[in-house]
Nanobody, 120 residues
Framework: VQLQASGGGLVQAGGSLRLSCVVSGFAGDIVGMGWYRQAPGNPREFVAT???????GYADSVTGRFTIFRDPAKNSVYLQMNRLKPEDTAVYYC???????????????WGQGTQVTVSS
């Protein structure tokens, strides 16, 4: 399974970026896709998720500024980030997950991360 994330970069506060993630080699049934981020010295944190049915969820810190969407035909998930703030600076990781076995245990897969830096 490969998750190839792209779209990170350096942007001024108030600017926008769009992250992309292409999933390949996945033989299971993707239940959900999402984005997490990790700033230096901090644990990885949830940013946004989208389910197979199209339901979305966001961290409070990004609600109203970020939008997650997907293209099932391209096995891709995107994160449109608007009104970026310096505190959004982090490595952003793409995530997909499936539920395996009779117990429906969640199994996560991660991309390599893409750096987002927001200058003040």
């Amino acid at each position: 399974v490969q998750l190839q994330a792209s779209g990170g970069g350096l942007v001024q506060a108030g600017g926008s970026l769009r992250l992309s993630c292409v999933v390949s080699g996945f033989a299971g049934d993707i239940v959900g896709m999402g984005w997490y981020r990790q700033a230096p010295g901090n644990p990885r944190e949830f940013v946004a998720t989208i389910t197979r049915a199209g339901g979305t969820g966001y961290a409070d810190s990004v609600t109203g500024r970020f939008t997650i969407f997907r293209d099932p035909a391209k096995n891709s998930v995107y994160l449109q980030m608007n009104r970026l703030k310096p505190e959004d600076t982090a490595v952003y990781y793409c995530n997909v997950y499936e539920l395996r076995g009779r117990q429906r245990v969640r199994e996560d897969y991660w991309g390599q991360g893409t750096q987002v830096t927001v200058s003040s």
